[in-house]
């Protein structure tokens, strides 16, 4: 399965983005799924997962800012991202909880003050 990540952009704080991923070679329709991101300079972190029932868990800084959502029947999976802050740039990529071997292509937030 590939997962590759899109939606990202320039935004300046306070705005909003809506990232999506797109599964090919198998679905997103079982198991957990989560989205990732990796700062410059920094370790890849699990921002948010959603499990095979729907249930959401939110790293503390993103709680309550971005909400990840799934659609079982595009075999996708979802970022909606607002009140953006310059600590949230960073790549973003999708993957399975855990995460797979390798990683598909992410997409670059760059969020401006």
């Known amino acids: 399965v590939q997962l590759q990540a899109s939606g990202g952009g320039l935004v300046q704080a306070g705005g909003s983005l809506r990232l999506s991923c797109a599964a090919s070679?198998?679905?997103?329709?079982?198991?957990?799924m989560g989205w990732y991101r990796q700062a410059p300079g920094k370790e890849r972190e699990i921002i948010a997962r959603?499990?095979?029932?729907?249930?959401?868990h939110y790293l503390d800084p993103v709680k309550g800012r971005f909400t990840i959502s799934r659609d079982y029947a595009k075999s996708a999976v979802y970022l909606q991202m607002s009140s953006l802050e310059p600590d949230d740039t960073a790549v973003y990529y999708c993957?399975?909880?855990?995460?797979?071997?390798?990683w598909g292509q992410g997409t670059q937030v760059s969020v401006s003050s």
């Open positions: 993957s399975t909880v855990p995460p797979l071997r390798s």
């Open positions: 070679g198998g679905g997103v329709s079982i198991g957990n």
């Open positions: 959603i499990t095979s029932t729907g249930n959401t």
